[in-house]
């Protein structure tokens, strides 16, 4: 069996966000493999997908894990999925995938991109947790539930300098919403090329710091383009390896667009 580590949302090597791809002969093997295969891996998310019959309402079959858990949704390791099999050949235009999130579509570009259509996150303003300033290291000025898809608490701070220059203590965000934090903001100059910045920190699933995120792009995607007026933004997400995200709002579903690039190659012995 070939295994893949591939680098999503971005156009580079060392860029990104890291997910390793499986692709899988027949059935979904034993849980508590797919979970040592993750944990080995040791990467965000690693992606197993498995081929299904032709004629259904999708092509394959597709399912994420961290180093510690199974999750709901998860869009870089969807666009690498997407990636290796249009790279391989092993399937040719747009691919749907069947997931824990319902049917998720990956539709690649003449320009090597690939657009993901995902299920707009419902944002539910909040009040802003009592010790969460303490916990991230900033003040937010709002805050707002992502809902059970996304399973995040989405808070706006003052500027994109406070969300560049987070410290935040991991432990103490778990307390706060079933996987962690999103910490946005405008961006300060849209000249660069992003409309708004994120940093996401996921201590519930074993991620301290998650590099670029897609399932939380289809909460901001809905936040920011209502303060700012467009449905077609670009997000910059500013962990130490950044990527950029181009996200169109298209009412209960969020268009999410990058590129990928398939980094390491080998073969899977156990």
Not at 134 to 163: C, I, S, Y
Not at 193 to 203: I, L, T
Not at 233 to 259: D, F, I, M, Y
């Amino acid at each position: 069996m070939r295994i893949r580590i591939v680098d999503a949302f971005t156009d580079r090597p060392f860029a990104g966000n890291p997910a390793g791809v499986l692709l899988l002969d027949d059935v979904f093997p034993d849980d508590d493999w797919l979970q040592n295969i993750a944990m080995e891996v040791n990467h965000a998310e690693t992606a197993f997908a498995r081929r299904l019959p032709e004629g259904g309402e999708a092509d394959w079959a597709l399912r994420w894990f961290t180093p510690v858990a199974e999750v709901d949704m998860c869009g870089h390791a969807t666009l690498a999925t997407a990636h290796v099999l249009h790279t391989t050949g092993a399937h040719e235009g747009q691919v749907r995938f069947t997931t824990r999130s319902g049917v998720l579509i990956a539709t690649p570009a003449p320009d090597g991109s690939i657009t993901l259509d995902f299920p707009t996150a419902p944002l539910t303003p909040a009040e802003i947790p009592a010790g969460v300033a303490e916990a991230l290291g900033a003040q937010p000025v709002a805050a707002f539930d992502t809902g059970p898809n996304v399973g995040d608490l989405l808070v706006e701070l003052a500027d994109e300098k406070t969300v560049l220059g987070l410290a935040p203590d991991h432990k103490a965000l778990g307390a706060y919403s079933s996987r962690g934090i999103i910490a946005t903001a405008r961006a300060d100059d849209p000249s660069r090329g992003y409309d708004f910045v994120s940093r996401c920190f996921f201590p519930n699933v074993g991620i301290d710091e998650d590099p670029v995120t897609g399932s939380a792009h289809t909460a901001l995607a809905p936040h920011w383009s209502a303060r700012l007026g467009r449905d077609d933004l670009t997000g910059l997400q500013a962990s130490r390896r950044t990527g950029l995200v181009r996200t169109g709002l298209r009412g209960e579903r969020t268009l999410l667009t990058g590129r990928a690039v398939t980094v390491i190659e080998g073969e899977l012995h156990a």
